[in-house]
Every structure is written in C-alpha cells, then in structure tokens.
C-alpha cells in the first residue's frame, strides 16, 4: 500500500510539472500582450517600462519561468497587473470562498445522490424510482447556467426567497451550491441506484437477510459500503469536472471565488493573476485525482491487498 | 487445433477482412435495429432535427446577404415575447429576431460539436489505437498522456487557451479538442487490447501483413459501432462546454450569435421579458438530451459494455 | 447407524411434538402471467435433534421449500397457502420484524455457495459478531470471544488470528464452516442447510457432514439437509423426504428409503448411483425429463417416465399415504425395489 501511494504521488508531481509549464508558456506566447495590457482601461498602476521589467519579459522563456517558479514557490507570486494587489492576498480570501462553495456542493450531491439512489435501487420500479430516474436525466441535460438562470428567475425574482448574488448571507450559497451540483447529483444518482442494484442481486445479502439483520442495516452499511467502489471512483472525475464549473457558476452568482478571479484576470490580461490562478486550479486537479485513486484502493480490501503485493 | 484453423482463415485474410464488415445491406436494413430500439430512435429524430436546423444556422451564417436575417435590429420592438407581431419567437433587447437567433446560434453550436468531434476523434482513435496495439514504452507514453488529460476540466483549460489567443470560437474549438481527444483515446485502446489477443489478428500477423494495415482494416472498423456511441456524448459535451464558455464571455464574439452569449446577455433582461433568456437555454439542453437519447440508445445496440451507469 | 441414533433420540424422552411442521405448503412463482406452483402441497416434519434429507434433482423445489419456511423468497415468488409450524408458532403468520427475530436466532441457514454467500467486505469476526449482538445483549468482547470458540469448535485454525481475517483469505472449505459458524453461534434450533456441500471436493465434504452430525448432539440442533446427492444423505440422515417436480412423493427412515424404496423416482435414483463394489457397463439413467412448471400433468407427474404405469397413474393425481409407520408414500402402483 505505502509502495503505491508512492508511486501515484510521484507520478502527480511529474504532472504537476508538465502542467506549469504547459501553463507558463500558454500564457507567455500571447501575442501583442504588454500593449494589451497597456490599453486596458483598468490598468491604473504601471506604466510600459517598468511593465516590461516587471513581467521580465527582455530575459529568455525558460529563465522567466525558472524566476516565476522560484516566486512562487517561496510563497511570493507577485502582484496583479491591474489591482496591483499582492496575489498571495487575494489567493486566501478567494480560495476560501471557493472552497466554501465546494463543500457545500459536495455535501450536497452525497446527501442527496446516496439515499435517494439506494431508495431508488430498494424500490425498484417504484413511483420513487421512476421520479428519481427522471430527476437524473434533468439534471444531465439542463446546462449548470442555465439552470442558474431558471433558478434565479423562480427563486430570486419571482419568489423573493434567494438572493440573486452577492457574498455575504447564508442564503447567498444555497443558488450557486445547487447550480455547482445539478449535474454531479444526476449522475451520483444513476451510479449508486445502478450499483446498489447489483450489490442487491448477490448472495451475501441473502446472507445477511438469514441471519435476521434489520433491513437497514443491510442496506445502509453492507450493500452501500460494497456498493461504494463506482461510487468513489466517480468522484474522483466528478471533482475535477466541478472544478470546472465553478469558473462558470461563480462567475455567474459573482462569487468571489478563485474561479471569479481566474475568468476575470484573464478577461482583463492580467497576466501574473492568471497564471498563478490556472497553476492553483491545475494542482488542485491532479490532487484530487490522487485522493480518489487512493479512496478507491481503501474501499476494496481485495484491490488493498493486490496493491500491496504490487 | 487451433493453428489449423487459423491457417485455414488466414488464406483469403489478404482479399478480404476477417471479420464481416457489412457491406451490401440497403439503408433501410442497416438502420432496422435503429428502428427497433425506441430510445434512440427518438434521440435519433430530435438530433436530426436539429441538425437541419443547424444547416439552415449555417447557411444564413455564411451566406452574407442572409446575414441580415439575425443581425438586423429594430429599437422599437425590443425585447417582445414569443408570438408577438410576427416574430415567432420574438425579439431580443436590440430588437433581432429571436427565431433565426436560434437557428445561428444553433448553427455555431453544432458546428463547433461538428469539428471538435472529428478532431478528436481522429486524433483520438490514432493514438488510442496506437497506443493499444504497440504497447511497451510507446504505450506508457502515450497512456500517461491520456491520463493526464482526459478528466481535466475543459472549461478551465479553455480558459488558459484563451489568456494564450484572442476570445472566440477558435480558441474554444482548440481547447475543447484538447481535452476531449483523450476520451476517445481511452476507450479505443481498451478495446484495441482486446481486439488484439484475438486469433483473427494472430493469423493476419503470421502472415506477415503490416502492422498499420492490420489496424486499418481489421480493427478500426470493428470499433465503429463504440465511435458512433462517443460521438454522440462528446458532440453534447462540446455543446454545452461552448455554451457555457460563450456565457462568461471566452466563447464566439458579437455579432456572431451563440446561445450561451444570447443567455447571457438575455440574463439582464430578466424582470421585462425572460424568453430572451429562457429560449436558447430550452434550445441547448433539447440538443443535449437527444443527443444524450441517441447515445444511450446506439450504446444499447451496439456495445452495452460501455453503460457505465 | 442413523437409524439407531434416531431410536436414541425417540428413546431419550424427547418431546414427541414436531420441532418443524409443514402442512400444505404451496409456494407460487411468478412468470409468463402465471402463478406457477414451484413448491405443491408439501407437508412434512422435522423432530428434535433429527436429521431430515430433503432430496431431489435441481428443480425440483426443495431450495424453495426452505426459503419459504425462511421466508426469504424473492420478489417473484410467493407463499400460496398453507402453515409453518416452528416450535409451536405458524412462521407465515408472523409479523415480519418478528420473523426477522427468529432469523439466525432460534432458526438457522446456510447456502450453496461460501465463495459468494460472504459480504467480502467486512471481516469474518465483524460478520458473526454483529449477529451476536444483533439477537442478545452481549457488549462487544463477550460477543467476540463467543465468536472465536464457535470458529474453534468448527475446526478453524487459530481462530482468535483468522477471525480478523476477510472471507476471500478462506478456501472454499474453511469459508463453509465459517458460514456454519455464522448460522450456528446462536445456538439455533433448526438449521436449513441447502447444498452445503456440493460446491467443495470429497475430503472436504465428508468433514462438514462430520461436523454437522457432531454438533447436533452437542447442541440438540434439527436439520434440514437439502441435497441432490444420496450418499450425503446415507452418511448422515435419520430420515428422508423425496421430492419430483414440487411434491413429496416418498418419506421415511434412512434404512426405509435405502432398504425398500416404493416409490418408482425414487428407486431410480438409487439405481443412479454408481456402485463401487459392482462392476457396471452404464450409469442408469431414468428415462424422460421432469416436466416443466407451467406444463405439469393432472395425474401422477412421474407416470410419464414410470415404468409401472398403469391407468390409474393417467387418470387420478396419487395423495401422499402413510404405507408402514413412518413410511409415506405417492404412488398407486408401488413394486418392491430389485437392484
């Protein structure tokens, strides 16, 4: 087990390298990108000479990104072009919005997804069922932001009962938390029912049926956690796909998450912001991956002692 | 035993492929379990639908004295509900037509579905079959590659791609083949790994038929049915991801028309007239949900393997 | 010897009323828009301490016939008519948590297959602790030791070291015997046990059937031994009950059946049974084929393949009749058995 944990963590930082400087570079190669900064109107804070030395834009590709790495690693990625904000600054604040969003979509999608899947699965073909069936298909067809503005529209100006966007309430999470998870909890939704139907189907419930076990039990203890490897599996893709979305949905509800930032710097070229924002989400991605791969390995004790031995 | 028969196969391997590519059968039989197969059927005729659709979006979209038909604006019937002094689908906040909006933007969209599909599917395929076949350090590579790839949000690597280019639909097309290549790549591998133990595949090799050849002929077309079934996914995936990226902005400019921009723009609009909204939104997930239908209905027929739930 | 441990028990003073009796049990499967009678009519019992061979090919209803008396049937399934009676109480009329109860409590079952019947996911000690402390109130490490002296006494080595162990570290005869441990630790009264035997090799057969002759005097437990397989029902059995397509068609003690079978399947299916001390040309096969559920006959369903057949046999379906004590009988044209 250490051996693979290893191995996978090794692999991720290899990625992680690939990525920043796919990412550098992406960035850099802009044409024209010092005179569009120059233009843009938001450009309150440098001017084009110091804009040059700043961004080091005289010394070769590899040495700017061995410098910009080197920033960054020490905590230190510099300022945005625009704001003229330290970055680090607006990396915590946003970053815990965003995270905050993040929980509470996950939260969401599981506490929805795992007990209506199981009922749906235990009431097979039942009026739940079915409506579960159709909640799923709904939630995989409706695009995130469009849903958003469904939801605004119902919750916020026809009924009054949402905020449309903002930051500071409790409420102001509730809109964007449901966009973020729509689509996660339909396809939660298909996976568990579809997964606890098979672990339905297999003798040892039968088992557990004869040794006089509460249904309950039985069902939300041995056939979830045999149920779960998919399940696991899925939230590794499912995060990073919700990763995704928030660059929309916060940009949507205005929630000053990373992803809000992350749109904006790159509407506005601001380069240093952007860069550092994309590098965050790219990590943020690869670890995710790790986790799930690991989180799956955890569940099975058959794959644990496989992966031992290898 | 088995060399016997292998040998026995082997000899008209050269003229002819191994396996039963069907050829020869009329329209109506290849489209018979089509028919039989409800689901995708209707997926089928509402995909259909909108790709005609799409085609007259694509017309008027290039054709420049059609061009008018979505550009033109008239300030005094801004922003009228569907219905509405002969605007089927009324207008928007400058006072364009909203029905042949939706027919453009229904033309971009599909476009974009159209081209990124194609891209990755090709690319996607080469490699994935390449990968598969060679196996050793060549597939490593390459597997590691797809790795890294295939679950990677397309909307953030669409917006890097965009910090990189200018806004508009060609960095949009970019990043989203970027990533979906690998979807492709994936699945073809796996079953090019199956394929490949297969004795018919045995046979062509001992008889010293290329490489290349073997994945040209023999494999590619038994993988068409499991192509089919991702085409239609990653067409509805690109849909929604240019959509979604048109909303905030990075997609296709004005004056070319997007349904994620319409929604946009629509979004301020809400309190006086929601369609301008509501319409392209309804527009997209129809799209999407046939083409989610004929997925899943051509996955039934051909390869129920792939239902990963 | 069966046979003289049964007088034992009959001798011993144990209560003469049935531990199990199952009057016109009739259990019905769902399919083609039917109500197809899978198990017909079955009425037999189980005394205290005593061993009952259900035998019969595969089809033939007896796994249905413990599932009912389980009450474990799935959704397609269901019981038509009849009663249960378990230590005095009808199992069908019971109120289902009440059921559940008695489940791996006083009434006990193992299945076929140890390679599946066990959640892969949970220990093996986990499993039997929770059925421990799911019918009494042991606190967990009272629960546990129990545990490890049951996996002891079926002959698991170190039990305290494997009980921590997961089911897919057994091999198939040790998983069935952590099954029986699972089925036996609380001291049930009646054990159904379907097929407990078929899916392990001979050596290991012959323990399990050792051990489940052994523990029924330790712990004066009944059992319900389902087989298609008659030399496991010799080895062990103190009765047999016969069953073709869903009925009982022959019951009666071990040396009734294997000395002076009546019954024409049943004689068949000994002359089945290849002999190691003769010398045969050929495997005896009965001729014919079990008819299927929704084409059973009216009269006697084993006339098509009998070899006795008379017209009676065509014309009337034969009630089960009690030809000599403890003897039971289905048919109208019975002649004695010549090997």
Known sequence: ????????????????????????????????????????????????????????????????????????????????????????????SAGGYTLKLALAATLLTYATAIPLG?????????????????????????????????????????????????????????????????????????VVRSSVLEELNRDYVRTLEAKGLPEGRILWLHVLRNASPPIIALAGVMLRTLLGY??????????????????????????????????????????FNLLADLGQQWADPRVRHQAGAA | MMAQESVGLAVDEEFQPALPVRRGRTLGERLAPLRANKLALLGGVVSFLFVVVAGVGFVILAVP????????????????????????????????????????????????????????????????????????????????????????????????????????????????????????????????????????????????????????????????????????????????????????????????????????????????????????????????????????????????HLRQW | MAQTLTQAARNDGASETPLLDVQHLTTTVRSRGQALRAVDDVSFQVGRREILGLVGESGCGKSLTALSIMRLLPLTVGIAAGSVHFDGRDLLRLRPADMRRLRGDDLAMVFQEPMTALDPAFTVGYQIVETIRAHSDLGHDAARARAVAMLDRLGIPQAARRIDAYPHEFSGGMRQRVMLALALVMQPK?????????????????????????????????????????????????????????????????????????????????????????????????PGRVPELWAMPPACRFAARCGNRIKPCLARHPDLVEIEPTHELRCVNPTPFVR
Not at chain 2, 264 to 283: F, K, M
């Open chain 1, 246 to 287: 928030t660059l929309i949905v916060e940009t949507i509800f205005r929630w000053p998450g990373l992803g809000y930032q992350l749109v904006n710097a790159v509407l506005q070229r601001d380069y240093p912001v952007a860069q550092t924002l994309a590098l965050l989400l790219t990590l943020a991605v690869i670890v």
């Open chain 1, 118 to 190: 199981l009922l749906a699965a235990w009431k097979r073909n039942s009026v739940l069922d079915q409506g579960v069936m159709v909640l799923a298909v709904l939630g995989m067809g409706l695009p995130n932001f469009f849903l958003a503005i469904l939801l605004i529209q119902l919750f916020a100006v026809k009924l009054r009962w949402l905020p449309i966007a903002g930051y500071e309430t409790p409420q102001t999470i509730i809109l964007p938390a449901v966009c973020l998870a729509a689509e996660a909890i339909a396809i939660n939704l298909r």
């Open chain 2, 65 to 304: 004295s059609l061009q008018h038909l979505y550009l033109d604006q008239n300030v005094e019937v801004t922003l009228t509900p569907p219905f509405h002094g002969g605007h089927i689908l009324g207008t928007d906040n400058l006072g364009r037509d909203m029905a042949w909006r939706i027919v453009a933007g229904t033309g971009i969209s599909l476009f974009a579905g159209l081209v990124v599909t194609t891209l990755s599917m090709t690319v996607g395929m080469a490699l994935g079959a390449v990968a598969g076949y060679a196996g050793g350090v060549t597939d490593r590579l390459i597997s590691g590659l797809i790795d890294l790839t295939w679950g990677f949000p397309v909307i953030l690597v669409a917006v890097i791609f965009v910090g990189a280019l200018q806004p508009g639909l060609t960095a949009v097309i970019a990043a989203i083949s970027v990533v979906n290549w690998a979807g492709f790549a994936r699945i073809v591998r796996a079953q090019v790994v199956s394929l490949k133990e297969r004795a018919f595949v045995e046979a062509a090799r001992a008889l010293g038929i290329p490489a290349w050849k073997i994945v040209l002929r023999h494999l590619i077309p038994n993988m068409v049915g499991t192509s089919l079934v991702m085409a239609s996914y990653y067409v509805a995936v690109t849909v929604i991801a240019e959509a979604g990226l048109a909303f905030i902005g990075l997609g296709a400019q004005p004056p070319t028309p997007s349904l994620g921009q319409m929604i946009s723009s629509g979004r301020n609009y809400l309190y006086i007239d929601p369609w301008v909204a509501i319409i392209p939104g309804i527009t997209i997930a129809l799209i999407v949900l046939g083409l989610n239908t004929l997925g899943d209905g051509l996955r039934d027929i051909f390869d129920p």
């Open chain 1, 1 to 92: 087990m250490a051996r693979f944990i290893v191995r996978r963590t090794l692999y991720a930082l290899v990625l992680l390298f690939i990525a920043s400087v796919a990412i550098f570079y992406g960035m850099r190669v802009a044409p024209g990108d010092v005179a569009d900064v120059m233009s843009n109107p938001l450009n309150s804070v440098y001017s084009a000479q110091n804009l040059r030395q700043k961004l080091g834009l005289d010394k070769p590709l590899p040495v700017q990104y061995v410098t910009y790495m080197g920033h960054l690693l020490s905590g230190n990625p510099g300022s945005s072009l625009v704001t003229g904000k330290p970055i680090m600054a607006t990396l915590t």
């Open chain 3, 190 to 286: 009646l054990l159904l046990a379907d097929e407990p035997t078929t899916a392990l090799d001979v050596t290991v057969q012959a323990q399990i059937l050792d051990l489940i002759a052994e523990l029924r005097h330790e712990m004066g437990l009944s059992v319900i031994l389902i087989t298609h397989n008659l030399g496991v029902v010799h080895e062990v059995a103190d009765r047999v009950a016969v069953m073709y397509a869903g009925e009982i068609v022959e019951t009666g003690t071990v040396a009734q059946i294997f000395d002076d079978p009546r019954h024409p399947y049943t004689q068949g299916l000994l002359k089945s049974m290849p002999y190691l001390s003769k010398r045969q040309e050929s495997l005896y096969v009965i």
